[in-house]
């Protein structure tokens, strides 16, 4: 006897059974940027992904901040919740691969020609329109309902980066707008003193009007520049309070000495390590796989739908004796559906499921495209704010000493009061910049740990 024919049947009946898919299969896209990174400098250290925020933002007030936010803040809380209702919808999909039992209880009474009527009870189990997938449309928009779900898990991980980036940034701000109060209030401190001893020196005529009105200007502009860093300072002070969802301790911020701030040196790696560790890229893909899986689905549409209705049960022509022996049975009712006229329907359903792949693919790359963007300009700013950092302090220290020059030459009488005022504002402005500077320096580091892809893990046991 031949057993080649029997075989083959079986294989033929097995695959049918588990159902064939019309997914394409998913290759990621090649990444649209270069190999590395310009400025890539030290390659020493954790990776940035591998880094836990709590590691990076070694100051206690600063890690309770954070800790805060993750806990209060609404936009964290949505894309928490967005996680749950996508694992439902996956549940949902993962639930239409499985038949759905129900108990049935039904009675009837149908009138006959003679006049009477016929009663008929029925209870059982009943199967209702379960679809036997062979062409993998249910399995389809389960695999986009999982990919759905990781999408938004990845969603949620790109909230916490930028959370925890932005409460950084926002702390950073606070303390540098404290140290440019401290100086404007020393500042306005030494302009008032100097408007007084040059009205001294105007009412015994030693100085002429025209240096009054000059002290009484700077005097005036170091007030204007007091309120608006007051301003600022309670701006950016509001904006943490949102970030963290509650008022702002004062003690977490009053005192930070942005000097004696330090954060590791984070090594760049390679665009193909890097910007597939961060949340958002592995979002966009995973959105991407969504779209492909669905194109499946489309697919399988042009294919015929088969169903199955059965149920088990009891049926009587009397209440009581709905359950007595030899009132069992059973019933299947397949149902097979071949799609012949749907005026394009399903046509432009493959059509449109293609489309939203292809601008998935796009979506991802852009992705791409950006998170190779901030990397770059981060790593620039790594390169080049510690050479202007350390340059503006010179300029400091070089207009610090040219206001003692110009003091002491005013004081001696071979300089004018002219000399000494414009020496105080260039100071003024000096000691500014190195406060700004520094602060960027500080932001450019955060920046560059975020866009890495570090600040969604949890601290290590």
């Known amino acids: 006897m031949n057993r080649l024919p029997i075989r083959r049947a079986t294989c033929a009946a097995a695959v049918l059974l588990c159902g064939c898919s ?22 020493a250290g954790t990776a940035a992904a591998e880094l836990e925020w709590q590691r990076f933002f070694g100051d206690r007030r600063l890690q309770g901040l954070i800790a805060t936010a993750l806990r209060n803040n609404r936009d964290l809380r949505v ?46 189990l009943a199967f209702t329109a ?8 249910v399995a389809s928009l389960g695999e986009a309902a999982l990919a759905q779900y990781f999408a938004t898990e990845e969603g949620r991980k790109a909230a916490q980066v930028i959370l925890v980036s932005a409460v950084a940034n926002a702390w950073l701000s606070l303390a540098a707008d404290d140290e440019l109060l401290a100086v404007t209030r020393q500042t306005l401190a030494t302009r008032e003193e100097s408007l007084r001893l040059t009205r001294l020196r105007f009412e015994v005529g030693a100085s002429s009007e025209l240096d009054v009105r000059l002290a009484q200007s700077l005097t005036e ?77 489309a697919r399988a549409a042009f294919f015929p739908r088969i169903s199955l209705t059965a149920g ?30 749907d005026a394009g329907r399903n ?3 493959l059509a449109s499921a293609v489309a939203a ?15 190779f963007r901030e990397v770059s300009d981060a790593l620039a700013g790594r390169a080049t704010l510690s050479d202007q950092l350390a340059s503006q302090r010179n300029v400091v220290e070089a207009e610090a000493g040219r206001l003692r020059l110009a003091q002491m030459r005013f004081d001696a009488g071979v300089a004018s009061f002219l000399d000494l005022l414009d020496a105080q504002r260039s100071l003024f402005t ?4 190195v406060v700004q500077t520094r602060l960027a320096q500080l932001q450019n580091q955060v920046l560059l740990y975020r866009a890495l892809g570090g600040g969604w893990t949890a601290a290590a046991p």
């Open 79 to 124: 894309a928490v919740l967005n996680i749950e209702q996508a694992r439902a919808q996956y549940d949902i999909r993962r639930a239409d691969r499985f038949p759905t039992v129900g108990a049935t209880v039904a009675g009837s009474r149908t009138p006959t020609p003679a006049g009477n009527s016929q009663t008929a009870y029925t209870a059982g």
């Open 22 to 43: 019309m997914m394409p299969v998913y290759e990621r896209p090649p990444a649209p940027v270069p190999a590395a990174f310009p400025n890539a400098g030290t390659q």
């Open 130 to 137: 379960w679809e036997i997938d062979l062409f993998g449309r």
């Open 357 to 371: 792949r292809d601008i998935a693919v796009a979506q991802y790359e852009r992705s791409i495209q950006s998170a």
């Open 312 to 341: 088990v049960g009891t049926a009587s022509s009397e209440l009581s004796g709905l359950f007595n022996g030899g009132s069992w049975g059973f019933t299947a009712a397949p149902q097979l559906l071949q799609p012949l006229f």
């Open 221 to 297: 502009t170091a007030r204007v520049a007091l309120a608006q860093q007051q301003r600022q300072r309670l701006l950016d002070l509001n904006a943490l309070a949102l970030l963290i969802g509650e008022p702002v301790p004062e003690a977490v911020v009053a005192g930070v000495d942005t000097s004696t701030i330090a954060f590791p040196d984070l090594p760049a790696g390679t665009p193909s390590e890097v910007l597939t560790r961060r949340p958002d890229v592995r979002q966009a893909e995973q959105q991407l796989v969504a779209a492909n899986a669905s194109i499946g689905a």
């Open 347 to 349: 046509r432009a359903g």
């Open 430 to 433: 000096a000691q500014q910049a």
